[in-house]
């Protein structure tokens, strides 16, 4: 049985919509990051970089980071696309979310990993969330005239809403993001998304 280490609201919501969304049955440890729990030796073992997402296989071999941990949930649940071209294009999708959107954030909540000078820190901060909110308007124009973000509903669209999340917990105006908000609204629509958000205590 797979078990997903997870952490209510980070990055890891998006494996856990499609773990969800698959009706497998499947174990999850919610790690609380503010105490440090993603830093225990334990859990270094499975994760080194001591960060959410990882994900224990079925022969307790550990997955981590959301570039392998998505590809290979969704080739397994039948939600990833099967044409080699569109395959393409859904790592593209994913390779964005992961070195350029999700570091975007970072610079936000996180500007220690980029200077020792906490003097910087407001500057590095501010540009973070100019450039996560740009990145945001990308995402937006990428469900322009679409459902979602492959031909059918895929793992891609569970990434995209983390995102979406992060925007509002930034208080910035993802509301004004059409395309974006009419998929958070299509996404609000499927039980799993719900059970999901309940379990890790997320409103949209």
Same mark, same amino acid.
């Given at each position: 049985m797979l #078990?997903?280490? =997870?952490?209510?609201? *980070?990055?890891?919501?998006? *494996?856990?919509?499609? /773990?969800?969304?698959s009706g497998e049955k $499947?174990? #999850?440890?919610?790690?609380?990051?503010?105490k440090g729990e993603q830093k225990t030796a334990e859990y270094m073992k499975i994760h080194p970089l001591g960060r959410v997402p990882a994900l224990k296989l079925d022969d307790g071999s550990p997955l981590a980071e959301n570039t392998a941990i998505?590809? =290979? /949930?969704?080739k397994r649940f039948d939600m990833w696309p099967t044409d +080699?071209?569109?395959?393409?294009?859904a790592l593209s999708v994913v390779g964005f979310f992961a070195s350029s959107v999700h570091p975007a954030h970072g610079h936000i909540g996180r500007p220690e990993r980029y200077t020792a000078d906490t003097a910087a820190f407001p500057g590095i901060q501010a540009m973070g969330k100019k450039t996560f909110h740009d990145y945001l308007k990308q995402i937006d124009a990428m469900y322009a005239g679409r459902e979602w973000?492959? !031909?059918? $509903?895929?793992?891609? !669209?569970? =990434?995209? +809403?983390?995102? $979406?999340?992060?925007?509002?917990?930034?208080? +910035?105006?993802?509301a004004a993001l059409k395309h974006y908000t009419a998929f958070k609204d299509r996404m609000l629509e499927r039980p799993a998304v719900q059970r999901v958000l309940a379990d890790e205590g997320v409103k949209l």
């Open positions: #078990t997903l280490f =997870y952490a209510p609201g *980070a990055c890891s919501m998006a *494996a856990h919509v499609v /773990l969800e969304e $499947y174990q #999850t440890h919610r790690l609380n990051l503010s998505l590809p =290979y /949930l969704g +080699l071209i569109k395959e393409a294009k973000l492959s !031909d059918t $509903y895929s793992v891609l !669209d569970p =990434y995209a +809403l983390v995102f $979406y999340n992060w925007g509002v917990k930034r208080e +910035l105006p993802v």
